[in-house]
C-alpha cells in the first residue's frame, strides 16, 4: 500500500550529500523527503487517485527486474566501444571505465540504440501498454520521441528543476511521462528528485506563462525557448532555493530495476550528481503516454536527437 509522503518522516540522512548544479540539498525533514512506493496490485482507479493526489506514482516492480537488467546489459553492450565501460566486466553492471571515454562516439551510438526495434520493443511491452491504455482510459499512444540517458559518476551538472508540458504544449496538458530506471538507482547515483505538491506550482506557472506568451506568434508560443521563458525552460537550477520558496521538500528514492515513476506534466522534478563510490552508470529512459484520441503534439513525432531542441 502507498504510505503519504507528507505523513512520512525523513529516515535518515542520504548516503551522500546530495548536490545539482553546484548546490548542495538541505537534510532538514522539512525540505527533503522520501517518495511514497506504490503496489501496482492496488488497480489503476487507485493509481490514478494517488496521480492526481501527489502528482506522481513510484510503482514498485512492475516490470520484470531480470529482463530490465539483461536490457541494460544489451545497452551498455552498445556503448562500450567508446570506453564507456571498465574492461573485462560485465555490462549489465554499468561500471564505468577509468580512463578516457570517447564522449561523441557514446552518443552516436546512443542515437542508434534509442531507434532500434529493441528499445521500441522495451517501451511498448504489454505489460506496460496495457496499463497505460487503462491509465488514459482508451487506447494510449506511446510518443516516438522517447529519451534514454547515461549519466557518469562524478559527471558535474544534473538536470535542472523543469516540469515537462513546458516541452509539449503543441498537445494536450494529459500527457504523462514514465520514467523508467534501466537498472538500479540508488540515491547516490542521482536519480530523480520531485518537489512535493508541485504539480500545483507548475500549474499555477503554466497558467502564467499562457498570459505572458498570449502576444507571441503560434511556434514560438509553444516554444520552451521563446523570449519570456527562462534558459532551456527550466524553473530553476538552485534546488535548495526552491524548497525554500515555496516552503516544501525535495523527494528522493531509491529506484529497483522493475520500478516506474508516472508523473504529471505539472510535477517539477530534477535530478542531482551521480556520486556512486563504486561508479555505477546510471541509465534511466523517459517516455510520454497519452490517450491516441487528445491532441497530440507533432513535433514529438520525431526520434529524440541531442540537437532537436526540445
Request: net charge neutral; proline share 5%.
Amino acid at each position: 500500500m502507498s504510505i503519504s509522503a507528507g505523513e512520512q518522516p525523513l529516515r535518515g540522512a542520504p548516503p551522500v550529500a546530495l548536490t545539482a548544479n553546484g548546490k548542495v540539498l538541505s537534510t532538514m525533514p522539512n525540505r527533503l523527503g522520501y517518495l511514497s512506493p506504490t503496489d501496482p496490485s492496488i488497480g489503476v482507479e487507485a493509481i490514478r487517485r494517488l496521480f492526481g493526489t501527489q502528482g506522481y506514482v513510484w510503482l514498485k516492480g512492475l516490470l520484470p527486474r531480470g529482463e530490465v537488467i539483461e536490457f541494460r546489459g544489451w545497452v551498455l553492450s552498445h556503448l562500450a566501444d567508446s570506453g564507456l565501460l571498465k574492461p573485462a566486466t560485465n555490462p549489465s553492471l554499468g561500471i564505468a571505465s577509468d580512463s578516457a571515454i570517447d564522449h561523441q562516439l557514446a552518443n552516436r551510438r546512443l542515437m542508434s540504440v534509442v531507434r532500434s526495434a529493441a528499445y521500441e520493443g522495451f517501451c511498448a511491452q504489454p505489460r506496460l501498454s496495457r496499463l497505460m491504455d487503462a491509465f488514459t482510459g482508451g487506447l494510449s499512444y506511446l510518443h516516438k520521441r522517447k529519451i534514454m540517458r547515461f549519466t557518469l559518476p562524478g559527471t558535474a551538472t544534473a538536470t535542472p528543476a523543469h516540469y515537462d508540458l513546458v516541452y509539449l504544449r503543441g498537445g494536450t496538458s494529459r500527457v504523462v511521462t514514465a520514467w523508467i530506471p534501466i537498472g538500479d538507482a540508488s540515491i547516490d547515483m542521482g536519480g530523480l528528485i520531485y518537489l512535493e505538491g508541485s504539480h500545483a506550482i507548475g500549474t499555477t506557472l503554466e497558467a502564467q506563462f499562457a498570459r505572458d506568451n498570449a502576444d507571441l506568434g503560434p511556434e514560438e508560443r509553444i516554444s520552451a525557448y521563446n523570449r519570456n521563458m527562462t534558459e532551456g525552460g527550466w524553473v530553476s537550477k538552485d534546488l535548495p532555493h526552491m524548497a525554500e520558496q515555496f516552503d516544501t521538500r525535495w523527494l528522493m528514492a531509491d529506484f529497483e530495476a522493475g520500478d516506474i515513476v508516472l508523473h504529471s506534466p505539472y510535477m517539477i522534478h530534477a535530478s542531482t550528481t551521480n556520486q556512486s563510490k563504486n561508479r555505477l552508470i546510471r541509465l534511466s529512459t523517459d517516455i510520454r503516454y497519452q490517450n491516441v484520441d487528445d491532441e497530440i503534439d507533432a513535433r514529438w513525432s520525431n526520434h529524440w536527437s541531442l540537437d532537436d531542441m526540445l
